[in-house]
């Protein structure tokens, strides 16, 4: 069964500081993998995602994310944190169906961001 | 525009009273699903869907029941709500191949 972990549940840093988010996951194969965005009262949104290739993704907003193997994490990082920033993050996993193609999507237990001024 | 809506987006009812939550995408996805969101738990998966016809348990099914009658509906059910169904419950969808799943603004349910 494929899971994932988020070590951190609360980060806080000041606005123009550096952000790494931490992600571990648990699958048996190449796994997909996912960052969300979750910002007060809203739904999620797509940051990135990772089924195959260049192992440092980019995404939207300034983030980036390097999936290693060796450590089954997916860490998400940004160089420069906005107070825009501040939200709550889901790093997810998805079975692999191949192609980019997959099942379940198994999400962790979200890091809630702060950023102070 | 593209998207998933859910209605309604917020409810308070009493224990044991039947309730529907209902999901409608626009986009012509295959693949639906339900989530719930509790604080410090995540998201978890309650129910999806393949395609019309084509549903399957997730990780926590108990108390709910879903349906797939249409491409573009997927309803979640509770036939009897009780309190620990209080939670945040989001709809998905996705093309089966498709990288990328767009979620629903959520529902928040109270169970009194």
């Known amino acids: 069964a494929q899971s994932v972990t988020q070590p951190d549940i609360h980060i806080t840093v000041s606005e123009g500081a550096s952000l790494e988010l931490r992600c571990n996951y648990s699958?048996?194969?190449?796994?997909?993998l996912f960052w969300y965005v979750q910002s007060p009262g809203q739904g999620l949104q797509l940051l990135l995602k990772y089924f195959s290739g260049d192992t440092l993704v980019q995404g939207i907003k300034g983030f980036e994310a390097e999936f290693k193997r060796s450590q089954s994490s997916f860490n998400l990082r940004k160089p420069s944190v906005h107070w825009s920033d501040a939200a709550e993050y889901f790093c997810?996993?998805?079975?692999?169906?191949?192609?980019?193609?997959?099942?379940?999507?198994?999400f962790g237990q979200g890091t809630i961001l702060t950023v102070h001024p | 525009e593209a998207q998933v809506t859910q209605n309604p987006r917020y409810l308070i009812t009493v224990t044991g009273k039947k309730l529907t939550v209902t999901c409608s995408q626009n986009?012509?996805?295959?693949?639906m699903s339900w989530y719930r969101q509790d604080p410090g738990l995540g998201l978890r998966q309650i129910y999806y869907?393949?395609?019309?016809?084509?549903?399957d348990k997730g990780d926590v099914p108990e108390g709910y029941k879903v349906s797939r009658k249409e491409k573009r509906n997927f309803p979640l059910i509770l036939e009897s709500p009780s309190p620990n169904q209080t939670s945040l419950y989001f709809c998905a969808s996705r093309q089966t191949g498709g990288s990328e799943q767009f979620f629903g603004p959520g529902t928040r349910l109270t169970v009194l």
């Open positions: 869907s393949m395609n019309v016809e084509v549903t």
């Open positions: 997810a996993v998805g079975a692999n169906a191949g192609g980019t193609s997959y099942g379940k999507l198994t």
């Open positions: 986009m012509n996805h295959e693949y």
């Open positions: 699958y048996g194969a190449t796994p997909y």
